[in-house]
Nanobody, 117 residues
Framework: QVQLVESGGGLVQPGGSLRLSCVASGIGFSRRNMGWYRQAPGKQRELVASITHSGSTNYTDSVKGRFTISRDNGKETVYLHANSLKPEDTAVYYC???????????WGQGTQVTVSS
C-alpha cells in the first residue's frame, strides 16, 4: 500500500528555515527518483527539487542556493531543507516520485509552508 506522509511545515518569518520530511512507503523507495513539489493558491503544482535513486540532485531556479533535498533510503524518507525563505515560497509542499513521463502516485495531504512577517 502506497503512503506518502509529509510533515515539518509551519509559519516562518522571511529569511527563516524549515526542514520538511516525507516518509514514502510501499513504492520501492530506494529505486525511485524522488521530488518535492509545491502548489501555491491559484497556481499549478510545480516540481521544486528532485533527487535520483543514486543521489544526484536538481532544483528549479527560484530555489537554487536556498533549498537542499536529501534522502535516507533506510528510513524511506526524503527531506527538504528550506533556507532563506521568502513570501513567494508560501505553498503546500508535497513529495512524490519523479518520472520522465510525469506519472506520479496519488498525492498525500502535503504540509503547509507559510512565509510571512
Amino acid at each position: 500500500q502506497v503512503q506518502l506522509v509529509e510533515s515539518g511545515g509551519g509559519l516562518v518569518q522571511p529569511g527563516g528555515s524549515l526542514r520538511l520530511s516525507c516518509v514514502a512507503s510501499g513504492i520501492g523507495f530506494s529505486r525511485r527518483n524522488m521530488g518535492w513539489y509545491r502548489q501555491a493558491p491559484g497556481k499549478q503544482r510545480e516540481l521544486v527539487a528532485s533527487i535520483t535513486h543514486s543521489g544526484s540532485t536538481n532544483y528549479t531556479d527560484s530555489v537554487k542556493g536556498r533549498f537542499t533535498i536529501s534522502r535516507d533510503n533506510g528510513k524511506e524518507t526524503v527531506y527538504l531543507h528550506a533556507n532563506s525563505l521568502k513570501p513567494e515560497d508560501t505553498a503546500v509542499y508535497y513529495c512524490n516520485i519523479v518520472t520522465l513521463g510525469g506519472v506520479t502516485y496519488s498525492w498525500g495531504q502535503g504540509t503547509q509552508v507559510t512565509v510571512s512577517s
